[in-house]
């Protein structure tokens, strides 16, 4: 069962639980792995507000590379490479899915920049380097808004199979954080264990392991997958390291979010929360590195 409850996410957009059902209907009409519809509730006397109920799926939502063999992981980064660009493939105009909200690349990272000064704890020089870049080189394709899931990451996702008897697929188990905006910046936050390095905490990065011998795509072979389904011509995305830059700066802001929080609220103090902030500097000075090139860093 689902209800409408806030997840975090760098994603503004939670819609009710009413439009989150019409959106599922849509996502599973037009070939969205997400699990069955089976009914939708308003009556609030049984969980306190409207609801649905999906089928159930036996899956694992941790990443796989623990667990699975590597053909099997392989499988698995291409069946969730496959289910985002049937996402990004569905036109909004065609669903009548006019109740999500629009964000375009500048609202976005103007959100995140307010969001980030409301949760500031101490002065990051990689911050504030990229709050003053970002706007000024934004990339300029992808103007046309499409569906985003916001947090299309392995972790947040279903994985079926890979038994050695059924194959490997994923699902998506929410979708309330879905909006109309960049699905390139979708796609790069996916994209981002890639550029993450192994030992950090929090962010499930790959970068620094031996993808090969564990079945993990290189970034540009994953890049490539996913222009295949969207039917692009080319296997790369031009200005792909800007939408890098962008998708770190916001995961950044999310994980300074959970730090601050830590500090403040005795509630949401964990172990998670306190480390939370070293991972943040860390994404930023990987940002700033992007925003800043080769050249410059000679």
């Known amino acids: ?29 037009n ?38 063999s590597p053909e099997n992981t392989t499988e698995t980064y291409k069946s969730m490479c496959q289910a985002m660009a049937s996402l990004h493939n ?20 103007e959100r995140w920049t ?7 704890t101490h002065h990051i020089p990689a911050m504030e380097y990229l709050i003053e870049w970002l706007p000024r080189n934004l990339p300029a394709g992808d103007s046309q808004p499409r569906l985003v899931h916001g947090d299309f990451r392995l972790p947040s996702l279903h994985v079926s199979g890979g038994d050695g008897e059924t194959p490997t697929s994923v699902s998506l188990p929410a979708w309330r954080h879905i909006s109309l905006g960049s699905a390139l910046l979708d796609v790069a ?9 192994h030992s950090q905490p929090l962010l499930n ?28 011509h080319n296997d790369t995305i031009p200005e792909w390291d800007s939408y890098v830059t962008i998708a770190l700066f916001g995961r950044a802001v999310e994980l300074q979010k959970s730090f601050h929080s830590a500090l403040t609220d005795p509630k949401e103090s964990c ?28």
Not at 93 to 102: G, H, K, P, Q, R
């Open 90 to 109: 569905i036109s909004p105009s065609d669903c009548s899915l006019s109740f999500l909200a629009t964000e375009g690349l500048a609202a976005r990272i």
């Open 189 to 197: 936050d996916n994209c981002l264990p890639f550029r993450i390095d």
């Open 271 to 298: 172990k998670d929360g306190f480390a939370s902030g070293p991972v943040a500097e860390y994404l930023a000075l990987l940002a700033m590195e992007l925003a800043l090139g080769p050249s410059d860093t000679d």
């Open 114 to 120: 307010r969001e980030y000064r409301g949760s500031e």
């Open 31 to 68: 070939g969205v792995p997400i699990p069955k519809l089976l009914w939708f509730s308003d009556d609030a006397s049984s969980l306190g507000g409207p609801f649905y109920v999906t089928d159930y799926i036996d899956s694992s939502s941790s990443a796989p590379l623990d667990t699975l």
């Open 205 to 232: 990065g790959v970068c620094g392991l031996d993808g090969p011998a564990r079945g993990v795509p290189t970034e540009a072979e994953y890049i490539a997958w996913y222009c295949h389904h969207r039917g692009y």
């Open 1 to 29: 069962a689902s209800s409408s409850s806030e997840l975090s996410s760098p994603v503004a957009t939670v819609v009710t639980a009413e439009q989150e059902y019409r959106l599922a209907e849509a996502l599973h009409g």
